[in-house]
């Protein structure tokens, strides 16, 4: 059985992308029906960006992919789970996680890349 994910008036929905050893959350992003689509055709973490308002496939340019263990939905179907390997770093400012920081600001996650040296295209 397959469980329809209601991806509601805009066609998207959050997913959550968890380091599926750690547990640690590494980000939040958007998926359409295609980008889930796509996650699930290739094993590698797909979303739609807002503001660009494409499909991405998770570290297509800097290499920071992230490879699919399992997806999952949550209990209304409106929210997705990816549990992923992630090679690298999640996010795009360097750190593992996006989730690097506390509201008063103190760093307390790890920086693992340069990102500079990864988007220097960019």
């Given at each position: 059985?397959?469980?329809d994910v209601?991806?509601?008036?805009?066609?998207?929905?959050?997913a959550?992308?968890?380091?599926?050893?750690?547990?640690?959350?590494?980000?939040?992003?958007?998926v359409?029906?295609e980008?889930?689509?796509?996650?699930?055709?290739t094993?590698?973490?797909?979303?739609?960006?807002?503001?660009?308002?494409?499909?991405?496939e998770?570290?297509?340019?800097s290499?920071?992919?992230?490879?699919i263990?399992?997806v999952?939905?949550?209990?209304?179907a409106?929210?997705?789970?990816?549990?992923?390997?992630q090679?690298?770093g999640?996010?795009h400012t360097?750190?593992?996680?996006?989730f690097?920081?506390t509201v008063?600001?103190e760093?307390v996650?790890?920086?693992?890349?340069?990102?500079d040296?990864v988007?220097?295209?960019?």
């Open positions: 059985m397959t469980v209601d991806f509601g008036e805009d066609g998207l929905v959050p959550v992308a968890q380091d599926a050893d750690s547990g640690e959350v590494l980000m939040l992003a958007y359409s029906s980008a889930l689509e796509r996650t699930i055709e094993g590698r973490a797909h979303y739609y960006s807002r503001s660009r308002d494409e499909l991405w998770k570290g297509a340019s290499g920071h992919t992230q490879e263990r399992e999952r939905v949550d209990c209304d409106d929210t997705l789970l990816y549990l992923v390997d090679n690298v999640a996010c360097g750190h593992r996680s996006c690097y920081r008063e600001g760093n996650g790890e920086r693992v890349f340069d990102p040296a988007y220097d295209d960019e």
